[in-house]
Structure formats: structure tokens, C-alpha cells
């Protein structure tokens, strides 16, 4: 792993493509885009079996401070929670999200 991480869309495609959709229904057009680009930084690392969340930026030693929001999105099954400073996404938490599924172990 590079630095700064797998593509996002190249280890979880169908993650990227839920993503983007998600935003595009907020009116989130740009981060839609920049959810093309996003990378795995380090995974939430807490070890509850219901939490597959992951940093998309280098996590933070703080509170992430002025321009921070925090964006639920409405999912079908499970919670999807972005944080987002600025206009980049910084986190995407996904608690009792349906199991993602690494495209790089589905072509051995």
C-alpha cells in the first residue's frame, strides 16, 4: 500500500457507486466527484464487528475544527455517516452496513 492508500474504487467499487448516488441525492454534486478519488487511508480500528468505517484522509490528532460537518446519508439498510471538512471527505463511517467486498480478492 502506497502513502496514500488504495483507491477507494479500486478495493470497494460498489461502495463508490452507492456513495456517489447518495450525494448526488443530497445535492452533493461535488463531493459525488471527489468521491471518485477518495482513498483508504486507515481503517476506524475500534474492532466492533458492525463497524467498517475508514479514514479517507490522514485521521486527525483533534477535532477536525472550522469547516467540519457531519453528513448522514440516507442508506437502505445499515448507517452511513461522512465527515467532511471543507469539501473533502475526510471519514466515512458505515455501521451495519451490508459486508463490503474487496474487488481484489474476487478475481484469484
Not at 20 to 38: F, H, K, S, V, Y
Not at 55 to 79: D, E, K
Not at 83 to 91: A, F, K, L, N, P
Request: proline share 9%.
Amino acid at each position: 500500500m502506497s502513502d496514500e492508500g488504495p483507491l477507494l474504487r479500486d478495493v470497494y467499487p460498489t461502495l463508490v457507486a452507492e456513495l456517489i448516488a447518495l450525494l448526488n441525492e443530497e445535492g452533493e454534486t461535488d463531493l459525488a466527484i471527489c468521491a471518485q478519488d477518495l482513498r483508504i487511508h486507515a481503517p476506524c480500528g475500534c474492532g466492533d464487528s458492525f463497524c467498517q468505517s475508514f479514514y479517507t484522509a490522514p485521521p486527525s490528532n483533534g477535532p477536525y475544527g472550522p469547516g467540519h460537518r457531519c453528513m448522514p446519508l440516507v442508506t437502505a439498510r445499515g448507517m452511513t455517516v461522512l465527515d467532511v471538512v471543507g469539501s473533502q471527505i475526510m471519514y466515512v463511517e458505515l455501521i451495519d452496513h451490508p459486508p463490503l467486498t474487496d474487488a481484489r480478492n474476487t478475481h484469484r
